[in-house]
C-alpha cells in the first residue's frame, strides 16, 4: 500500500494533488475570517496549496512502507 522510505508511488503524487486542492478552500475561509470579508488573495492561495501539497509529499518520503517515520518497519 505505502511506498518504501524515500520513494513514492503514483498514488503518492495523486494524494499530494488532492490534499493541495483540499487547502485551497480552508485558505479562502481562514483569509476571509481574518479580514472581516471575502477575499481571494491568489498568491497566498496558490502558496498555501503548494505548502500543503509539497509537505504531504515530504511526509510520504520520510515515512516508510508501514507508515513509521524513517524506518521501512
Known amino acids: 500500500m505505502w511506498s518504501k522510505l524515500g520513494s513514492l508511488k503514483l498514488g503518492d503524487w495523486w494524494r ?8 485551497t478552500p480552508i485558505t ?5 475570517i481574518d479580514a472581516e470579508s471575502l477575499v481571494f ?3 497566498a492561495i496558490i502558496m498555501g496549496a503548494l505548502a ?3 509537505g504531504y509529499i515530504l511526509k510520504n518520503l520520510g ?4 507508515g513509521n517515520i524513517l524506518t521501512n518497519k
Do not use: M, R
Open 63 to 66: 515515512t516508510g512502507s508501514a
Open 41 to 43: 488573495d491568489w498568491k
Open 28 to 32: 479562502i475561509i481562514l483569509q476571509s
Open 16 to 23: 499530494g494533488l488532492i490534499v493541495a486542492i483540499a487547502t
Open 52 to 54: 500543503g501539497g509539497l
